[in-house]
């Protein structure tokens, strides 16, 4: 997550997807100005467009975001859904840093 200035001097909030890929380290980022499971969802077929190879298993967090809706949206591209595991931080290193 990070502030943006707008026009008008007004700060934005906007929070970042990021997918990078564990062999091959390709990335697809995007941002958005809310957490919601339809940006889950559009991130995910942003990032199915983006990857120059068919995507086996995407893993993430535990947020709202990454709930049923987005769940069910990755398992209909046929596409495995794995949650990273509570209290597991380096699990997710790659995109942190």
């Given at each position: 997550?990070?502030?943006?200035?707008?026009?008008g001097?007004?700060?934005?909030?906007?929070?970042?997807?990021?997918?990078?890929?564990?062999?091959?380290?390709?990335r697809?980022?995007?941002?958005?100005?809310?957490?919601?499971?339809?940006?889950?969802?559009?991130?995910?077929?942003?990032?199915?467009?983006?990857?120059?190879?068919?995507?086996?298993?995407?893993?993430?967090?535990?947020?709202y975001?990454?709930?049923?809706?987005?769940?069910?949206?990755?398992?209909?591209?046929?596409?495995?859904?794995?949650?990273?595991?509570?209290?597991?931080?380096?699990?997710?290193?790659?995109?942190?840093?």
């Amino acid at each position: 997550m990070s502030d943006i200035i707008r026009k008008g001097g007004k700060k934005a909030r906007r929070f970042q997807c990021t997918a990078i890929d564990d062999a091959t380290r390709v990335r697809s980022l995007k941002t958005y100005e809310r957490h919601t499971q339809a940006n889950a969802v559009d991130f995910v077929d942003y990032m199915i467009g983006t990857f120059p190879f068919r995507i086996s298993e995407i893993r993430t967090e535990n947020g709202y975001e990454f709930q049923v809706k987005s769940h069910w949206h990755v398992d209909d591209k046929g596409t495995r859904h794995a949650y990273i595991k509570l209290s597991s931080p380096q699990l997710g290193g790659k995109v942190d840093r």
